[in-house]
């Protein structure tokens, strides 16, 4: 199973960019998805999942501003980012969750500058 994500890119606060997700390889089909965040410095952090039964949650941090969608058909995830802050920097990356095993992507860099 492999991660690949893509999407991240230089934006000016208040722009907007779209993170995108897709798994390769089989995957149980009961799965959560999710974007997880980390800042130079700082510990990773939960930004947003969505789970193959239609559940969904963004952190307090971005709600608003977030949003995150799933194709379970493609396998796919998709975090929707408006309104970019300078304190939205950080390497994005996806994750996987199939019962007891996790799989990551390889990151991908926002970068927001005032």
């Known amino acids: 199973v492999q991660l690949q994500a893509y999407g991240g890119g230089l934006v000016q606060a208040g722009g907007s960019l779209t993170l995108s997700c897709t798994v390769s390889?089989?995957?149980?089909?009961?799965?959560?998805m999710g974007w997880y965040r980390q800042a130079p410095g700082k510990q990773r952090e939960l930004v947003a999942s969505?789970?193959?039964?239609?559940?969904?949650s963004v952190a307090d941090s971005v709600k608003g501003r977030f949003a995150i969608s799933r194709d379970n058909a493609k396998k796919s995830v998709t975090l929707q980012m408006n309104n970019l802050q300078t304190e939205d920097t950080a390497v994005y990356y996806c994750?996987?969750?199939?019962?007891?095993?996790?799989?990551w992507g390889q990151g991908t860099l926002v970068t927001v500058s005032s």
């Open positions: 994750r996987l969750a199939v019962t007891k095993r996790e799989y």
């Open positions: 969505a789970s193959s039964s239609g559940s969904s």
């Open positions: 390889g089989n995957i149980f089909r009961i799965n959560v």
